[in-house]
């Protein structure tokens, strides 16, 4: 199966955790993951984003737990989620551009939530991206800078903006359809 052969939608593939008491679910951050873990993890974090080594980027990243396919770049500043960033899977040949984000976990009032993040063969994440929890990338697909995807990508689609949205094809005339 491959990342974008999931139908399903995000919102459905995200584990929804419940947190006790008053307190938003960030309060209650150190229940949810081992602060030594995520300690260990910043580090790593910290050391990939400012590492022009990809091949020490790509190591970093598997031993806090990211599936790191082959001839997978890095950039710098990028950062993967710090928390669950065993839900990251990067494919063959992924791009992930400087300063993006691909964030694994969303803390909200009355609970938090984690999802597995999977960024297809091929696939490219422009400079200053977000991708939020539960999102598929497909194979060849591109996300614009600065974009915000809250959805999947299908295989070869081009998403830009906040809410990421497709883009048309070469040639086509956007205005026409606005």
């Not at 580090?43 to 020490?56: F, G, N, T, Y």
Request: proline share 7%; aromatic share 6%.
């Amino acid at each position: 199966m491959t990342a974008s052969d999931d139908t399903t939608p995000r919102h459905e593939r995200v584990t929804r955790h419940a947190t006790p008491g008053p307190r938003n679910s960030l309060a209650h951050w150190t229940t949810a993951r081992s602060p030594l873990r995520v300690a260990i993890n910043y580090i790593a974090v910290w050391l990939v984003r400012i590492s022009p080594s990809l091949r020490l980027k790509r190591w970093l990243l598997r031993r806090i737990g990211v599936t790191v396919g082959a001839g997978v770049s890095w950039g710098l500043e990028a950062t993967p989620d710090v928390f669950w960033p065993d839900l990251i899977t990067l494919e063959a040949n992924a791009v992930v551009g400087y300063d993006a984000t691909i964030l694994c976990h969303e803390f909200l009032q009355d609970e938090y939530r984690t999802g597995e993040v999977v960024v297809g063969e091929r696939a490219m994440i422009g400079a200053g991206a977000i991708i939020l929890p539960g999102v598929k990338i497909g194979a060849d697909a591109s996300v614009a800078a600065n974009s915000l995807v809250t959805r999947d990508v299908p295989p070869g689609a081009t998403v830009a903006g906040v809410p990421a949205e497709p883009m048309g094809g070469p040639g086509e005339d956007r205005t026409a359809a606005e």
